[in-house]
């Protein structure tokens, strides 16, 4: 089970675009992708390197380059008959749920994010719609920007008349 979850994440890992600008675009984001990428770089190559099952020890050459052989032949015995069980990772339902909480977290802020990006690219073709210029009039702002007209007309109405200039 656990070599198919790895193989799974490989084959994501595999298909993520890394040269993406969404990973270049802040600095503190483009620093930890190239982390994660040097932490699952190394991780693959530890699991190549311990995917098959170690060399035998050769102890006669052992016994014929050491000058205690005594201490190798000790070292052969207990070699021998230990039988240490194989140690597994059990990933504990509460860190699970915590990881899980976290890529719905992940998912929702992706949501939010793509619906605001969905929403400024309505903006942007509503302003290049309706750009100001000499021939545009007034009352044509005024529908346009309705918020900078009613700002305006509050100005007007309280006699602030250089409030928006620099030298206040």
Do not use: C
């Amino acid at each position: 089970m656990m070599s198919g979850a790895i193989r799974r994440t490989a084959q994501r890992l595999a298909s993520v675009d890394w040269s993406s600008p969404v990973f270049k675009g802040d600095h503190e984001l483009s620093a930890m992708v190239a982390s994660f990428r040097a932490w699952t770089a190394q991780a693959d190559a530890m699991a190549e390197k311990f995917s098959a099952p170690p060399a035998p020890i050769d102890f006669a050459a052992a016994k014929k380059s050491v000058r205690d052989v005594a201490l190798v032949e000790a070292l052969e015995k207990m070699y021998k008959s230990a039988k240490p069980p194989a140690e597994t990772y059990e990933w504990s339902a509460e860190d699970q749920a915590k990881k899980a909480q976290l890529v719905e977290d992940a998912k929702a802020g992706m949501a939010f994010t793509q619906e605001m990006i969905e929403d400024t690219e309505k903006e942007i073709v509503y302003m290049r719609l309706n750009r100001t210029s000499r021939e545009m009039s007034v009352n044509d702002m005024k529908e346009i920007y309705p918020d900078i007209a009613e700002e305006v007309e509050k100005e007007i109405e309280n006699r602030e008349w250089f409030k928006d200039t620099l030298n206040k």
